[in-house]
T-cell receptor
Framework: AQSVAQPEDQVNVAEGNPLTVKCTYS??????LFWYVQYPNRGLQFLLK??????LVKGSYGFEAEFNKSQTSFHLKKPSALVSDSALYFC????????????FGSGTRLLVRP | EPEVTQTPSHQVTQMGQEVILRCVPI?????FYWYRQILGQKVEFLVS????????KSEIFDDQFSVERPDGSNFTLKIRSTKLEDSAMYFC?????????????FGSGTRLTVV
């Protein structure tokens, strides 16, 4: 069965510092991986995805993610955090069954302090 | 950029009442989904819909839930007799096929409050 794990409930970082939000996955076959962000009382906004190709994927708002097949990880990164990046971040993997549903991790709350 | 539209944005209903949550997916998308998120928690899959029928449903999607695509544009989620524990944010999503297979678009959600 496919699954995604986000081992950290919360990540705290100072503004201007690099940030990493961790995600590991378990799938059979090649994974399709996604990151979404949710601001308070808002919907899910797409950040980036990995389908194939370069292991470093660049996305919206200066975020990027590194796909690591040997470690089955897809960590979200940003070189310099902003206070406005504070939000709930979800990693997701596309399921391999016929519905191709997205399977989400439990989410990581990112707090960027000034 | 095309959007998935959900209405209403917020609905308050009394326990035991029926609610219908509405979604207008992206017009050329063929796969439709409903997800649920209990406040600030994990986003949970409810149901997927393709070719006018349910293609997969989760354990959460019991007999109290149903989905319909009544007119080729709207995609609705009905809860027949709401319970307190149905209070959550409900997200609709759609995606295309082929080259767009990987492109999922989510609506902004309906916050359902059961009192």
């Amino acid at each position: 069965a496919q699954s995604v794990a986000q081992p950290e409930d919360q990540v705290n970082v100072a503004e201007g510092n690099p940030l990493t939000v961790k995600c590991t996955y378990s799938v059979s076959g090649n994974p399709y991986l996604f990151w979404y962000v949710q601001y308070p009382n808002r919907g899910l906004q797409f950040l980036l995805k990995y389908i194939t190709g370069d292991n470093l994927v660049k996305g919206s708002y200066g975020f990027e993610a590194e796909f690591n097949k040997s470690q089955t990880s897809f960590h979200l990164k940003k070189p310099s955090a902003l206070v406005s990046d504070s939000a709930l971040y979800f990693c997701a993997v596309r399921g391999m069954d016929s519905s191709y549903k997205l399977i989400f991790g439990s989410g990581t709350r990112l707090l960027v302090r000034p | 950029e095309p959007e998935v539209t959900q209405t209403p944005s917020h609905q308050v209903t009394q326990m035991g009442q029926e609610v219908i949550l509405r979604c207008v997916p992206i017009s050329n998308h063929l796969y439709f989904y409903w997800y649920r998120q209990i406040l600030g928690q994990k986003v949970e899959f409810l149901v997927s819909f393709y070719n006018n029928e349910i293609s997969e449903k989760s354990e959460i999607f019991d007999d109290q839930f149903s989905v319909e695509r009544p007119d080729g544009s709207n995609f609705t989620l009905k809860i027949r007799s709401t319970k307190l524990e149905d209070s959550a944010m409900y997200f609709c999503a759609s995606r295309g096929q082929g080259q767009d297979l990987q492109g999922y678009t989510f609506g902004s959600g309906t916050r359902l409050t059961v009192v």
